[in-house]
């Protein structure tokens, strides 16, 4: 049997953005990653989120919170420590044999341990476990209420890990939910999903509060939006300024750089090449093929809209013409699929006023 392990037993972080640039202590335990785990984690994202892939890895843009709602430490670990579900977690089970596990377990007196590397997959949070690290910590929020140390110790975390990730969301797990209608969804079975109540609104609003340097993007606002069986969901996002790779010093502001959801019209057009369009100074304008939609976004950028089967472009409306930045290998611009029962999901960059 082979075991996935870090190689360190107690790693000190220096962290930057670490409050006094204080050493992060982040302590080696790690759960089992055996060939089994390994295939199971694939096969959970082939079947969930329809990714085929060699290694089991992720690409993280989000944080996500949780509590384990298990009183001690070792009760905690061992919950994530074997590689299959066991048969008393009778609310997901219908989703994989694949146990839960996260990167991070934070004891009750602050004590960061890792399980597994930050980029390797795991089963934590239904729809966007892709794309998430997951932080556990040991309580309940009841009898055994998150200590002042737990929260202190997932703010460094916190701010260590978007040092090291293009971090654009921290969200607590009660929260997964609304981004059910965001381009970042990948669930594709519309009925697995369970009720959470952690780490809680005023947590998480507390951590975001104190994290608000960090120029995290919106919650989304999922109520704004609507459930569609098939066609486009997405969200217009506005980047200008510095976005070139940087090493900052120590005490250095984070990088002066707009991220942010914005209200705009979204033209869908059938499918359409660079070739027929007008192409200048970064805007297209007399698009040949066929309009078939436009719409208005809410006031953080997203959208939902019914689509038939087919092909489409999406361009955004902006004051010098119709602005797209993605094309394919054919030239077709901000190219999108919609499939038969199936919703595409998308995130529209509107980036002429950044720096690469």
Same mark, same amino acid.
């Given at each position: ?41 694939? $096969?959970?994202? /082939? ?5 085929? =892939? @060699?290694?089991?890895? %992720? #690409? ?91 929260? $202190?110790?997932? /703010? ?5 890990? =978007? @040092?090291?990730?293009? %971090? #654009? ?188």
């Amino acid at each position: 049997m082979s075991f996935l392990r870090i190689s360190f037993f107690c790693l000190l972080v220096f962290c930057s953005a670490c409050a006094g640039s204080q050493p992060l202590e982040i302590v080696d335990k790690p759960i089992i990653f055996d060939d089994e785990r390994r295939a199971l984690s694939l $096969e959970y994202m /082939k079947a969930h989120y329809g990714i085929e =892939a @060699d290694e089991p890895t %992720i #690409d993280p843009t989000m944080v996500v919170v949780h509590w384990t709602a298990i009183p001690t430490f070792e009760g905690s670990f061992n919950a994530f420590y074997n590689t299959k579900l066991p048969s008393s977690r009778t609310t997901i089970k219908d989703g994989g044999t694949l146990n839960v596990s996260v990167p991070y377990l934070i004891d009750r007196d602050g004590t960061i341990y890792q399980l597994m590397p930050d980029t390797v997959f795991a089963r934590h949070v239904i729809g966007l476990n892709h794309t998430a690290i997951g932080i556990e910590n040991v309580g309940d929020g009841k009898q055994h209420p998150l200590t002042e140390a737990q929260y $202190e110790a997932n /703010k460094k975390l916190i701010r260590y890990l =978007a @040092d090291q990730y293009a %971090i #654009d969301y921290v969200i607590g797990h009660h929260e997964y939910e609304q981004f059910k209608n965001h381009s970042l969804w990948l669930e594709k079975d519309p009925n697995y999903l369970t009720e959470k109540d952690d780490p809680g609104n005023a947590f998480m609003e507390r951590l975001r509060t104190d994290l608000q340097d960090l120029n995290l993007k919106p919650m989304p606002d999922s109520s704004s939006q609507t459930d569609i069986r098939q066609g486009i969901q997405g969200q217009v996002i506005w980047l200008e300024g510095n976005l070139m790779p940087s090493i900052r010093e120590e005490g250095d502001p984070s990088p002066a750089t707009q991220a942010k959801g914005v209200q705009r019209t979204v033209y869908i057009y059938e499918l359409t090449s660079r070739e027929e369009a007008v192409y200048e100074d970064g805007f297209f304008s007399e698009i040949q093929e066929n309009l078939v939609k436009q719409l208005e976004t809410d006031p953080q950028g997203y959208f939902s809209i019914p689509l038939d089967t087919g092909q489409y472009s999406l361009l955004v409306k902006e004051e010098k013409g119709l602005y797209a930045n993605l094309f394919d290998g054919a030239g077709n611009i901000q190219p999108v699929s919609v499939y038969p029962d199936s919703v595409s999901r998308i995130e529209i960059k509107v980036d002429y006023k950044a720096v690469y």
